[in-house]
């Protein structure tokens, strides 16, 4: 996360960064439903949803990190890849 690949790794700034992106999601949701004024169903459903992407977005950030501090490719065509 230091930039460097392997031993400057820092499991605090993981667990902040992978709680983070989840905390980030579940603000929106909370704005959507506070906005929305939706009904129980309807309310319900945005949660699911809400708490739904929180454990994808937390997974997603977590599995970058990881494989950035391990050196490993990252999959993504927007950073390109090594050759």
């Given at each position: 996360?230091?930039g460097?690949?392997?031993?400057?790794?820092?499991?605090?700034l993981?667990?902040?960064?992978s709680?983070?992106?989840?905390?980030a999601?579940?603000?929106?949701?909370t704005a959507?439903?506070?906005?929305?004024?939706p009904?129980?169903?309807?309310?319900l459903v945005?949660?699911?949803?809400?708490?739904?992407?929180a454990?994808?977005?937390?997974?997603?950030?977590s599995?970058?990190?990881?494989r950035?501090a391990l050196g490993?490719?990252?999959?993504?065509?927007?950073?390109g890849s090594?050759s």
């Amino acid at each position: 996360m230091t930039g460097r690949r392997g031993g400057g790794t820092s499991f605090g700034l993981f667990a902040l960064l992978s709680l983070g992106a989840a905390a980030a999601v579940l603000v929106v949701t909370t704005a959507v439903v506070a906005v929305l004024r939706p009904g129980p169903v309807v309310a319900l459903v945005i949660v699911l949803a809400g708490v739904a992407g929180a454990i994808a977005a937390m997974g997603l950030v977590s599995t970058r990190l990881t494989r950035r501090a391990l050196g490993e490719p990252d999959d993504d065509p927007e950073t390109g890849s090594p050759s």
